[in-house]
């Protein structure tokens, strides 16, 4: 089976912590890509990272990161001291590469950041 | 610059009725896709065309048609709108590298309701 799990429905958090949204993902693929999506209150979606099967490197981006771990097949995402503007529904999403071009999402966590 | 835009935001019809959704992208992007998310933020892939030809044909009912006049539009055409229709409708395009993978560019999305 090809899919991703996100178990984490509702996180709910206070400012200024941090906060941590689990994905784990299931291909048969040997290559493939993953990807983090936002989807604030106002409805778009925005892309926040892609990452290869082959690079397992973390990777930091302001208050965001991220932990690839193959051996657990997760991608998880930390958000740091979280802001109200943190507060969004996060998608977690895979392509395998004999997938063609069928990306795979996760049901998504929705994060609500409290002042 | 709007990336990828849609028509029209907001779509109000009754039962029965046949409505169109319409998508462009001026990112030069040669893929584009049409998803659907359900009330819960489900997503999920419904068509995707490469070069003007279709590529995705997800199990949606017949009375969905995607037409991609050229790489920059895709439409959405539905008959016989149904209650189980109503959803949003994000349309999307990707500019896949070879042998990979790219991140997908959002439209706002449609809000389609059907009474």
């Known amino acids: 089976a090809q899919k991703v799990t996100q178990a984490q429905t509702e996180i709910s958090v206070v400012e200024k912590e941090d906060v941590t949204l689990d994905c784990v993902y299931e291909?048969?693929?040997?290559?493939?890509?993953l990807f983090w999506y936002k989807q604030p209150p106002s409805g778009e979606l925005v892309f926040l990272i892609r990452?290869?099967?082959?690079?397992?490197q973390n990777e930091i981006s302001g208050r965001y990161s991220w932990n690839f771990q193959k051996s657990t097949s997760s991608f998880n995402f930390t958000i740091t001291a979280s802001q109200v503007v943190d507060s969004a529904v996060y998608f977690c999403a895979l392509i395998p590469n004999t997938g063609g071009f069928k990306t795979i999402f996760g049901a998504g966590t929705r994060l609500f950041v409290k002042a | 610059d709007t990336a990828v835009s849609q028509t029209p935001k907001y779509l109000v019809t009754q039962m029965g009725n046949d409505k169109s959704i319409k998508c462009e992208q001026n990112?030069?992007?040669?893929?584009m896709y049409w998803y659907k998310q359900d009330s819960k933020k489900f997503l999920k892939i419904m068509f995707s065309?490469?070069?003007?030809?279709?590529?995705i044909n997800e199990t949606v009912p017949n009375r969905f048609s995607p037409k991609s006049p050229d790489k920059a539009h895709l439409n959405l055409h539905i008959n016989s709108l149904e209650l189980g229709d109503s959803a949003v409708y994000f349309c999307?395009?990707?500019?896949?590298?070879?042998?990979?993978?790219?991140?997908?560019?959002f439209g706002p999305g449609t809000r389609l309701t059907v009474l």
């Open positions: 990452r290869n099967s082959f690079d397992e």
């Open positions: 065309y490469n070069n003007k030809e279709l590529i």
């Open positions: 999307a395009s990707s500019r896949p590298l070879a042998g990979s993978y790219n991140e997908q560019f």
């Open positions: 291909t048969r693929d040997t290559t493939y890509y």
């Open positions: 990112l030069g992007h040669d893929t």
